[in-house]
């Protein structure tokens, strides 16, 4: 069965500079996704990047990067140049590339940026 | 990506009633779904809003609690039946569009 694993409930980083976010999945399959979203106070939740499987290289956006360790199974995002609007809860989580295309979520990271 | 709605945005309900959410996306789209996020917890899928057929539900998500209709590929609602307190949570929709986007939510509160 999928399974994604967010093995810090919280963290801090300073203004300015680099946090990486940790993310491990198990799953069987070799076709899936991964996928970060920031859900701030507001609930809603903001997709932020996505990597496929069969990416060889690492997915960015901006000020994210999503470090793919495949032989790992982990996916984990880092974020460059911390902002103050960076804090928030960060989720990852996978979709198998069946036909149901649902995401599995991990528990979340509450990132908080400090000035 | 998508431009996605619901409504209402949050609402606050007694005990026993029930209250139907809509999602609305400014495209059509194949595969649109439904999530629940209990206070302080991750997401979970409800279920999968199938276009001119049922709902497909997950494990321990029943259609007589969470009856979902599809009318058409842009549209879909969720009614949270006969609630009661522990219902409370915020209700999210989402479309498939290469990747997966989120609405805003529906925050809910039972009394």
């Known amino acids: 069965a999928q399974k994604i694993t967010q093995t810090q409930p919280g963290m801090f980083v300073q203004e300015k500079e680099a946090v990486t976010l940790d993310c491990t999945y198990d799953?069987?399959?070799?076709?899936?996704?991964l996928f970060w979203y920031k859900q701030p106070s507001s609930g809603e939740m903001i997709f932020l990047i996505y990597q496929g499987s069969y990416d060889e290289q690492n997915a960015t956006e901006g000020r994210y990067s999503l470090n793919f360790q495949k032989a790992r199974k982990s996916a984990n995002l880092v974020i460059s140049a911390s902002q103050l609007g960076d804090s928030a809860m960060y989720f990852c989580?996978?979709?198998?590339?069946?036909?149901?295309?649902?995401?599995?979520f991990g528990s979340g990271t509450r990132l908080l940026v400090r000035p | 990506s998508a431009v996605i709605s619901q409504k209402p945005s949050r609402d606050i309900c007694q005990r026993g009633t029930s209250l139907t959410i809509q999602c609305q996306v400014d495209?059509?789209?194949?595969?649109m779904f439904w999530y629940r996020q209990q206070p302080g917890q991750s997401l979970t899928l409800i279920a999968t809003?199938?276009?001119?057929?049922?709902?497909?539900?997950e494990s321990g998500f029943v259609i007589d609690k969470f009856p979902i209709s599809r009318p058409n590929l842009t549209f879909s609602t969720l009614t949270v039946s006969n609630m009661s307190p522990e219902d409370s949570s915020i209700y999210l929709c989402?479309?498939?569009?290469?990747?997966?986007?989120f609405g805003p939510g529906t925050r809910l509160t039972v009394l």
């Open positions: 799953t069987s399959d070799q076709s899936y996704g």
């Open positions: 495209s059509q789209v194949t595969m």
């Open positions: 989402s479309v498939e569009n290469n990747e997966q986007f």
């Open positions: 989580a996978m979709r198998e590339m069946d036909s149901s295309y649902k995401l599995i």
């Open positions: 809003a199938n276009q001119g057929s049922e709902a497909t539900y």
